[in-house]
């Protein structure tokens, strides 16, 4: 089962350039997350889906916009990249509905702005 | 202003000891949850708890949570070098998965 999968695994961006990170989940789930991991921190909450169509801020969503392309499809895309977006990107995927409901991880994507 | 602390930050321990990784949070939550991550990979899912006095286990780890503390605690019985890796405790304010806030992880390293 491929689970969550993303796309690049990892990606060097000159300050000012933009790209998009895929994210893609077969298991059929709801929501779907976008967070960063910077050095000795947890995870940040930059974007999320609770089911396809919509989309929230998390809590450092600033430079970042999200598209919810499908129920399978989530994808990140930084419009004019800054090093302080240098960082671990992980999307996330989850029921959004059961009780003990947990978010299973892609692999990230680590992702250096020059 | 939402928080979730982890104590240690950094644990060195020997194989077969016993230690607890703590977690506190600041506003009322009745959701958390425990992710390891080793070194350059993927955080992967060990507990859920979702009520006062919940207590999960799973081989050599014990998580449990005590909402009236706003705390919980991850411990590791008689520790093996597979259990070297990051433990991260997470805590959800919203009632669901969603928006979830992580702790900064504990570094944990088993020596032989």
């Known amino acids: 089962n491929a689970g969550v999968t993303q796309t690049p695994k990892f990606q060097v961006l000159k300050t000012g350039q933009s790209m998009t990170l895929q994210c893609a989940q077969d298991?059929?789930?709801?929501?779907m997350y976008w967070y960063r991991q910077d050095p000795g921190m947890g995870l940040r909450l930059i974007y999320y889906?609770?089911?396809?169509?919509?989309?929230d801020k998390g809590e450092v969503p600033n430079g970042y916009n999200v598209s919810r392309l499908n129920k399978r499809e989530f994808s990140l895309r930084l419009e004019s990249a800054a090093p302080s977006q240098t960082s671990v990107y992980f999307c996330?995927?989850?029921?959004?509905?059961?009780?003990?409901?947990?978010?299973?991880f892609g692999s990230g994507t680590q992702l250096s702005v020059l | 202003e939402l928080k979730v602390e982890q104590n240690p930050l950094f644990l060195s321990m020997q194989e077969g000891k016993n230690y607890t990784i703590y977690c506190n949070y600041s506003?009322?939550?009745?959701?958390l949850y425990w992710y390891r991550q080793d070194p350059g990979k993927s955080l992967e899912s060990l507990f859920v708890?979702?009520?006062?006095?919940a207590v999960k286990q799973e081989g050599r780890l014990m998580a449990s949570l005590d909402t009236k503390a706003r705390l919980s605690t991850l411990h590791i019985t008689a520790a093996v070098h597979d259990l070297s890796a990051t433990y991260f405790c997470?805590?959800?304010?919203?009632?669901?998965?969603?928006?979830?806030?992580f702790g900064t992880g504990t570094r944990l390293q088993v020596t032989l």
């Open positions: 298991m059929n789930h709801n929501s």
């Open positions: 889906s609770a089911s396809e169509g919509t989309t």
């Open positions: 996330a995927s989850s029921t959004g509905a059961a009780t003990n409901e947990k978010l299973f």
């Open positions: 708890l979702l009520s006062n006095g």
């Open positions: 997470a805590v959800s304010f919203t009632g669901t998965a969603s928006k979830l806030t």
């Open positions: 506003t009322t939550s009745d959701r």
